[in-house]
């Protein structure tokens, strides 16, 4: 008898224990259903201790729903929550697809992929699994790509312990709205139930004369309330704020819908419901006017979209909104599209979790196209993380602006992100100098552009340049001084994707004085010229091409060995080889005379040789009684000095008359 007593006690206990976590689980049904995803998570955590370890089924259950409440807070839990439902033989497929969005949002990314493809395997028709498997695929090229913005955390407008999202510009870039969920005395700071956060209210900040942001407070007037104020846009002239209203659930059935306030002075009125639905029950909200106040563009999750939350518009005629018309499959999924923004150049930009992206929400850019259908862009980085990222806005006119993120936020809170485009900067700079080094001040240098540049600038006293180049350019630069020979040289800017400062220092030669032809190598003992020589008489070609209009003598010099007969031979076939090279190279044979001068003229030694070598001294004739008066390893130098092949201006005339 007492046997039986207690298995009926123990038999009531467990119908009592379940009859409890059944009823705690409606609790939190009620909350998830009403949207209090904070609140719902926190009661499913709660009840998911409590079903018995042998119920699969209902364990699998609750892991589902905690990590979709997880997912909608930002709670990095969500990816054990869905692993738990997979591990509890969920029979739901879904399991698979938010587990693998929870991985690649945490970074796992060859575990997330393996999980797309299973979702894929179990609902082939739901591209969400091909789109994460791409994502995992192309994160590594995306990171490769050159970024064409750069972006930082604001600090001054951000606060700790609260979200800040979503900006707004009304009218220029020295005024800034946008939701936080930071303390405001006049509305009261009860958290919601849907974050666990205080509701949005609405706050402005302006920059000083200083150009940094000031202290942001909330807007003055009606317009916030103990109800939540979201994502907020304007009409172009500033004046016309639309704005997301979300009522309490406990008051009201409506879950978010669209509100209009105008502006009259510094302060705004609460504002009205704008009727872009009929049925005042369903949600509208996030809305975005064009530029030419045509069309409003907004989110709801209403029949007959493509899943999840998508992007509507309506269209203003005759003072009323048209039916909704949804922005079809190439902007919309079957997961979430939100945050739309309309830039003043009529580019869109929303945010989304089912096209291919780093994790989260990404941000993407869509542009029609030719044929009338959108074109959508991941912005990738520096715009994207395996955070969510969201509700960008642009300085009217300008490539600057802010963007929402909660990348390397461990609470998951919004911070408001500072974005501006890279200025890419193209430059030639570089000094002029004569043929021994020394710095040329007042040269002239002009540098045309296929664009149509034509500029003309001089050099600094110590022979120096810089000058600005353009995106896609080829320029040609003519450096020229009096008493000297012109030289031309090229650069070009096109194809490339990342700035350049080119390096160009430019030799100029003398017209007066015979110049030495660097790097021009003869067999030894022989007139042959060496390979090496191609990077000197290329040079030397240059010389006679930039300045059609000169004749010049190419000699050739000997050191004292050998006698002065076969010295003056050899030296004439050295000068002859170099004039073939350049009679090869197109140069007209009445220009170039060679000569073979031998030992006959030693070189004299000038400043650059004697601070070069210690032993010489500055007029000092390399002869043969200055050689031979020297150490053996001194006279190898100077035999090796007196080896050269130079050349002479004759005339500057010619074909000129």
């Not at 018995?52 to 905690?66: Q, Y």
């Not at 796992?108 to 179990?122: C, E, F, M, P, R």
């Not at 485009?421 to 002009?446: F, M, Q």
């Not at 003398?510 to 042959?528: D, L, R």
Request: with cysteine; glycine share 8%.
């Amino acid at each position: 008898m007492k046997t039986r007593y207690i298995a009926l006690i123990a038999l009531l206990s467990v119908f009592c224990v379940s009859c409890g976590v059944k009823s705690a689980i409606a609790k939190a049904d009620k909350k998830y259903t009403a949207g209090e995803y904070f609140a719902a998570g926190t009661a499913y955590k709660r009840c998911y201790k409590r079903v018995p370890s042998k119920n699969k089924p209902l364990r699998a259950e609750v892991s589902m729903k905690m990590g979709d409440c997880y997912w909608r807070t930002n709670n990095s839990r969500a990816e054990y929550a869905y692993m738990n439902a997979i591990r509890n033989k969920t029979t739901d497929p879904l399991a698979f697809l938010r587990y693998a969005d929870a991985l690649r949002r945490n970074k796992k990314y060859a575990d997330a992929k393996k999980n797309y493809v299973i979702y894929s395997q179990l609902v082939p028709d739901d591209v969400r699994g091909a789109n994460g498997v791409e994502s995992c695929d192309s994160l590594q090229s995306w990171n490769s790509e050159r970024q064409y913005y750069k972006a930082k955390k604001c600090d001054e407008l951000n606060m700790k312990k609260s979200s800040e999202f979503c900006p707004a510009f009304p009218a220029d870039g020295d005024v800034v709205y946008f939701n936080s969920t930071r303390p405001n005395e006049e509305t009261g700071g009860k958290a919601s139930a849907v974050t666990g956060l205080r509701n949005n209210d609405i706050f402005v900040a302006k920059k000083n004369m200083a150009g940094k942001w000031e202290a942001a407070y909330a807007v003055e007037g009606d317009l916030n309330s103990a109800h939540d104020e979201g994502v907020i846009s304007f009409s172009p002239d500033g004046k016309t704020m639309y704005f997301t209203k979300c009522p309490s659930a406990a008051e009201t059935d409506k879950t978010a819908e669209i509100h209009m306030s105008k502006r009259s002075g510094a302060k705004w009125s609460a504002g009205e419901r704008v009727k872009v639905l009929s049925d005042s029950t369903l949600m509208a909200a996030h809305p975005t006017l064009s530029p030419d106040e045509k069309y409003l563009y907004f989110v709801s999750d209403m029949e007959g979209g493509f899943g999840g939350k998508d992007i509507w518009r309506v269209e203003e005629i005759n003072g009323k909104w048209s039916l909704p018309e949804n922005l079809g499959p190439e902007v919309n999924t079957a997961g979430d599209e939100m945050f739309p923004y309309m830039r003043d150049n009529g580019e869109l930009y929303f945010s989304s979790d089912g096209h291919p992206g780093y994790g989260g929400l990404d941000i993407f850019k869509a542009i029609v196209g030719d044929d009338g259908k959108w074109k959508v862009q991941n912005m990738k980085r520096p715009f994207n993380s395996n955070g969510d990222d969201f509700g960008i806005s642009f300085v009217p006119k300008g490539n600057t602006g802010f963007f929402s993120s909660n990348r390397g936020e461990t609470k998951g809170y919004d911070k408001l992100w500072a974005f501006e485009d890279v200025k890419i900067v193209y430059a030639v700079s570089g000094v002029v100098t004569d043929s021994k080094n020394e710095p040329l001040s007042d040269v002239t240098i002009r540098i045309v552009g296929d664009d149509g540049t034509n500029a003309k600038f001089r050099t600094q006293k110590n022979g120096s340049f810089e000058y600005q180049l353009k995106e896609n350019v080829r320029y040609v630069m003519l450096a020229s001084c009096r008493g000297y020979l012109n030289r031309k040289e090229s650069v070009s800017t096109v194809g490339l994707e990342d700035g350049k400062e080119f390096k160009k220092n430019i030799q100029l030669a003398s017209i007066s004085k015979p110049v030495q032809v660097n790097n021009i190598f003869y067999e030894f003992g022989k007139w042959t010229l060496t390979p090496d020589s191609e990077a000197g008489l290329k040079d030397l070609a240059k010389i006679l091409t930039d300045n059609p209009n000169i004749t010049m003598e190419i000699s050739a010099h000997t050191d004292m060995v050998g006698t002065n007969a076969a010295n003056k031979e050899l030296s004439e076939k050295r000068a002859q080889e170099v004039v073939k090279y350049l009679l090869k190279a197109g140069i007209e044979p009445e220009r170039v005379t060679p000569v073979g001068y031998g030992e006959e003229q030693p070189v004299v030694v000038d400043a650059n040789l004697a601070k070069k070598y210690n032993f010489l001294r500055v007029g000092e004739v390399l002869d043969e009684t200055s050689v031979l008066s020297r150490p053996q390893d001194q006279q190898e130098i100077i035999n090796q000095i007196n080896r050269r092949t130079e050349f002479r201006v004759l005339k500057t005339t010619y074909n000129m008359y």
